[in-house]
């Protein structure tokens, strides 16, 4: 269970991560469209896990691999943001999130059983 603090600081990332993304972004990855999901700190604050989704890219993982390769410019940014609310930067990870793509595919399967089967399917009136 995380603690209060850790929680603080992992929003705190997050919201920070926002404006980061739309100045930076277009440098870095192009027209793909990052958002940062969530961000898990760890008991010490020494790391970050930030999970990105991303969107409006024919490859995402180019597109991760892009902002993982400019994980030392985005955490400058971040130290800029919040250095005076915080006494140590973490060190920053950056992860693809895949629960967007995992709830299209559940949703698509649920659509697929409604349409094989619609006499199973109970309608309230």
């Known amino acids: 269970m995380d603690s209060k603090r850790q929680l603080q600081i992992a929003e705190m990332i997050k919201r920070n ?8 972004g277009i440098y870095i990855y192009g027209s793909a469209f990052v958002t940062v999901t969530s961000v898990k700190i760890t008991p010490d604050m020494a790391q970050a896990k930030v999970y990105l989704s991303i969107f409006n890219a024919d490859d995402k993982e180019t597109v991760l691999k892009k902002v993982v390769n400019h994980t030392h410019l985005l955490k400058q940014a ?3 943001r919040i250095k005076n609310q915080v006494r140590r930067i973490p060190s920053i990870f950056f992860y693809f999130d895949e ?27």
């Open 17 to 24: 991560f926002a404006p980061i993304f739309q100045e930076h």
């Open 78 to 80: 971040l130290a800029s």
């Open 99 to 125: 629960t967007i793509d995992e709830m299209y595919k559940v949703d698509t399967m649920f659509k697929n059983l409604k349409t094989m089967y619609p006499e199973s399917v109970n309608e309230e009136e």
